[in-house]
């Protein structure tokens, strides 16, 4: 049985947007937000916490490990119906920022964002964001934000590219300490940063992305391909230089970056 806990005041700040709910177990917390969402019962600044998710997915549908005690796992429900002219990406963004900002804060080494939603350390996986939008009338009108963290973990199953923050650390973690140190940061990059000011945004994140401005690997259409990584546009479309030096714009349905040739 599934033990649902309601906490007020859960985030140690003088004013405080989020609201705990606090589970044992569920198959996924953006699954869990999504149906409050589409029965009206989900409210601004809902975060849901899981001991243990057991069908947590990312990017692509891909699954995310979640390993009980040792990651940490929550999603966040944001109402930007009052908000205008925000998109998707710079959402992503500043969460991205709000992480990794956490993770330097708690002295992590080799902090980066792989495109478009992978937190790396020291090159490896460590966490990851999946967030999921909600239009009407063509406008962003609320977001479902999930976030994973590897805290604790010593072995991965099925992600092999990946690390925890104790083996990058050599320190031990707990998911509940390491929520509210990110809570803050999180926060304040959903509710006090400028969204219409996309220059700063964008550039915050460009100096955190992974091998910008460096020749990686790519898969597209079934095949490995080779181009320069320079950036990303507004809406969050890879900046792609390739080697006759056409520069293109590509997003996630057309190209995944890899973290190395064999990782397809």
């Not at 009052?82 to 991205?96: H, N, R």
């Amino acid at each position: 049985m599934t033990n649902l806990l309601l906490f007020e005041s859960f985030i140690p700040t003088e004013m405080s947007y989020f609201n705990l709910i606090k589970l044992d177990a569920i198959p996924s917390t953006n699954d869990y937000l999504k149906k409050l969402h589409k029965e009206g019962r989900a409210f601004d600044g809902n975060l849901v916490w899981a001991k243990d998710q057991t069908s947590g997915r990312g990017q692509r549908e891909n699954k995310w490990e979640s390993d009980s005690e040792n990651s940490l796992t929550f999603s966040v429900y944001r109402d930007f119906s009052e908000t205008k002219g925000i998109s998707p990406f710079l959402i992503s963004a500043a969460v991205s920022l709000a992480i990794i900002e956490t993770l330097q804060e708690l002295q992590i080494p080799n902090l980066a964002v792989k495109w478009p939603n992978d937190i790396l350390s020291c090159n490896l996986k460590t966490g990851g964001i999946l967030i999921e939008n909600f239009f009407s009338e063509g406008r962003l009108k609320a977001s479902v934000i999930g976030i994973g963290l590897n805290v604790s973990q010593d072995v991965f199953h099925h992600v092999p590219l990946a690390t925890s923050l104790k083996q990058v650390s050599g320190k031990q973690w707990k998911a509940d300490e390491l929520l509210e140190a990110l809570t803050p940061f999180l926060e304040n990059a959903l509710y006090n940063l400028d969204f219409q000011d996309q220059k700063a945004l964008l550039g915050q994140y460009q100096n955190i992305l992974w091998k910008r401005n460096m020749v990686s690997s790519f898969l597209e259409d079934g095949k490995i391909i080779k181009a320069k990584l320079l950036g990303v546009n507004p809406q969050g479309k890879l900046l792609l230089e390739l080697k006759d030096r056409r520069v293109v714009e590509k997003d996630t349905q057309q190209i995944r970056m890899l973290y190395k040739t064999t990782d397809h």
